[in-house]
């Protein structure tokens, strides 16, 4: 196999099920499409997300939901079992996000970017981008997996309501795939009528879906897009593409 169609692992974290699927779950179907394998990690598991269900019910609700969307994808699924709220940044949390990586040996990382809307987010975000580089670095005390044997590249993608939003270094086009993550979204039933009205007074999250995609596809020249800003830090800049389409270019 040449360089140029090589194969991809990539690796999407997320707090809780539903934020991969809303953010990114365009650039996602991308990367099946394309033939790369896909795994979404969820650090929690949704036990707050009811206001009519006790949270050992809605969470087993979830599983099942998160698993549908994850069919439509096209992607693997690991939850990681953590409660809603409860992700903090700590030693052993973030010893779990380096096993992960060494789990998954994920060429490129996809995961919530700074100043996200609850610490869930941000703090899934941070661990994962500083798991990173460590996931390669052998004799870490309390690790399960062997480490990596090369570093993957990580990519923020957008806060919800793309409040305090970066601004993007990379834009996927997603107009073709734009359909389909409607399809998965919808896969939360359990929030859409329920948890997420009382919660927060939106009704229609697809109007935001909507109007987010066409504005980013409208700042690149497609009809949808989704957009990512890379971790500013080395060794993550490239002079090939790791996000949709892949474009290693000649070597
Ligand atoms: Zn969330």
Redesign the pocket.
Known sequence: MTQANRKLTILAT???P??IELQIGGTLIRYVKEGHRVVMAIACTGNVGSKMHTGPEIEAIRAVEAANAAKVIGAELIIMGHKDGEVWQDNATWKEYVDLLRHINPDVILTHDEHDY?H??SNVGEMTYRAAIWASVANIPDTKNPPMTHIPTVFFFET?GAIRSQPADYYVDITQEFQQKLEAFRCHESQHGDFLEKQFGVSDWFSYLEALGRLRGFQCGAKYAETFRIAPTWPNQKTYRLLPPIQFGPR
Do not use: C, E, L, S
Request: net charge negative; hydrophobic share 45%; proline share 0%.
């Open positions: 997320a707090a809780h539903d934020d609850v869930d987010h919800i």
